[in-house]
């Protein structure tokens, strides 16, 4: 092997020319960085290094829930990438960390600190701990995770419903791009079909400023992404087109107003409201059950049966969701999601 001929000598040389300078460099580099207020452990038995703020913590803490870090503690000093021998901080391993303060910080907090909920978290503050329990391989944060990010993006029937209010939030586009970038880095390929739907109701001028004005990486989308939000959007527009023009022909069996309340339907279809939601995006909105209430004063037994064909509608609309954007069907997304840390 080449390495067992080197010289051992000429080795130990080449190390001793180039330490003293990156050392000292390394040593002010840590200088420079201030001490977490909170994740510094006066016993702790290792130092994270991220941009600005260093941390003291265990490595048996980080051992026992991290394979990444595990893994790293496991190795003899100087054979892996995180920690150099030479890299110390007071006698102490120093391991650098390629990731934002704040990543860092929440990610060390949710190991630490039991009662740190992810319930009532920022969507950026959930982007950011999948992001490193996906990179540092601590799968019980991972899944908390994408559950706590699930509300809102891993669709059911009950939050497709409450998805509404999150259109009129001007951050939302914001959030379902982050949502569909981190998605995609940490491979949680189960949050995106829900962001891309969130991303697919806004006004197409919004959706092509997330590729064309928005400049910080994580809330940019690529073109391809863009190019599959746009398709999705024209297969929820037909969906939703289809589903209106549906509804003019089905009173139910028992109706014994049917004239009436076959010419209301047709009123409606007609109507300016309708004309609106046949290039709407928005398939909440027309399949909501009580949407064309007020509007459309039908008999009970009418009013039941399109009720129940909404619910039916809203049913197919979430089953078909991840296919109008390209993707797997809702299990295999899933089954993805879940794996991704074993593969
Ligand atoms: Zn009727």
Redesign the pocket.
Known sequence: MAEQNTPLKRHACETTDVEPSSKRTRLMESEEKSQHPNLWFDDGSVVLSSEQTLFRVHRSVLSFNSTIFRDMFSLPPGEDAGEDPEDTWEGLPLVKMHDDDEDIANFLTALYDRTYSLSSLPIDVLAGLLRTSTKYEVAHLRTQAIKYLGPIYDLSYRSLTTLQPYTTKTHGVQFATLIINTARETKAELLLPGAFFFLAMQDIDVIFETVTKEERPRYKISMDDLKTCINGREQLIKFNRDNIYSFGDS??QK?S??PW?ISKMSEFVNSPVCKEHTVDPNATAVLDPDFWTPLTP??S??LETHRRSSRKGLRKVINLLPLYFKFSDWATLRKSTGQALST
């Open positions: 009173p139910d109706c107003t049917a309340c039908l008999c037994k009418c």
